[in-house]
């Protein structure tokens, strides 16, 4: 039997992926800029096995239906092909998110995935081509490798996009994300499903492509000087821009709620009484708020006169890939 374990941690994207030239192969159109949070993490444990007729996999414990086994079989088959290999494998795989449900993310899920696949058929894959295998499962997994601040490169072929540590200088250990959980029953349009018919559709999707590229290079420049405010400024400013582009798609759709909208202005209003802190929003409606780690709990005070407690969730930057060593 050959078994692995690991962990990885999710991230946010403050320059955001959105559209792909190879809806196969996920090459996005753009290269995006993330930072790999402590707070939500996967943890993945696999064992190929001979003895098993079937891929099996249990999520928190749950053995999973023939839909959701299928796409992590295809996901394993890379790993598979790689490793010239035919066992069938059982894969437990567990999210770790704090109280309220609906954070679980597929990036730091397929990381977990790519690293414990790795490490079971010692494939002795290095970081880049673990990103870009990670990249397959789903785009944004391929930052999930790496802690701190990543670049997803966009490239141009299978070879060429993955994600890179960016050099900070530590920048991001004076930084935190309040997560603002709202949990409005609305209906999902999943973000595969909405970056497709933003790039098939929106009038505004070529400006989205030039402005993500513009806004990639002055964010690092702000990170390279650990200028915040500037961090902040783009990071807002780009995640509006890439909701604007479903505005103009067609049909026209939108991830935000009216909690959403709420969101957004209590937090210009806590910044324009002087503390910076700045949002950005991804598939869903709930609301991320970046700010330094010595003002958290400030905001996160003034954040608590509008929502529960725990519907506000604070995380600090986290680390990448790391492997569990198994007693079994
Ligand atoms: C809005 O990585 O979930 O969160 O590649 O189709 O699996 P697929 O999409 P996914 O998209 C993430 C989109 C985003 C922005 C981001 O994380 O960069």
């Given at each position: 039997m050959l078994k692995g374990k690991a962990r990885a941690h999710t991230n946010i994207a403050l320059i955001k992926y959105w559209g792909?030239?190879?809806e196969q192969l996920i090459i996005p159109n753009n290269s995006s800029l993330s930072l790999t949070l402590d707070a939500f993490y996967t943890e993945t444990e696999i064992y190929f096995d001979e003895a098993l007729t079937a891929d099996i996999f249990y999520l928190d414990g749950q053995l999973q239906d023939e839909k959701a086994t299928q796409k992590v079989s295809r996901f394993i088959d890379l790993f598979r092909q790689q490793a010239n290999c035919s066992l069938f494998a059982k894969i437990q795989s567990t999210n770790h998110v704090?109280?309220?449900?609906?954070?679980?993310s597929s990036a730091s899920g397929l990381a977990a995935l790519a690293a414990a696949c790795n490490q079971a058929l010692q494939l002795n894959l290095s970081k880049q081509d673990l990103s870009r295998f990670a990249r397959k499962g789903s785009?944004?997994?391929?930052?999930?490798?790496?802690?701190g601040f990543v670049e997803?490169?966009?490239?141009?072929d299978d070879q060429s996009s993955y994600a890179i540590s960016v050099?900070?200088?530590?920048?991001?250990?004076d930084l935190a994300m309040i997560f603002i959980v709202l949990n409005d029953q609305q209906k999902e349009i999943s973000s595969r499903e909405g970056m497709k018919r933003t790039v098939e559709t929106s009038s505004f999707y070529p400006t989205w492509l030039t402005e993500a590229q513009k806004d990639l290079v002055a964010i690092k420049e702000a990170i390279h000087q650990k200028d915040f405010i500037r961090l902040g400024e783009i990071t807002e400013a780009n995640g509006l821009k890439m909701h604007a582009t479903t505005l103009a798609a067609v049909p026209p759709f939108t991830y935000w709620s009216d909690q959403s909208l709420k969101a957004m202005q209590v937090i210009r209003k806590i910044r324009k009484d002087g503390r910076p802190c700045y949002f950005t929003m991804d598939a869903g409606p709930n609301v991320k708020v970046l700010c330094q780690k010595e003002q958290v709990s400030q905001i996160k005070e003034r954040l608590a006169e509008h929502f529960a407690p725990e519907q506000l969730i604070v995380a600090y930057a986290g680390k990448g890939i790391e492997l569990i060593e198994m007693d079994v």
């Open positions: 792909k030239e190879d704090p109280t309220a449900a609906g954070l679980a785009g944004s997994a391929c930052r999930s490798i790496y802690g997803w490169q966009k490239g141009t050099d900070s200088q530590h920048f991001e250990d």
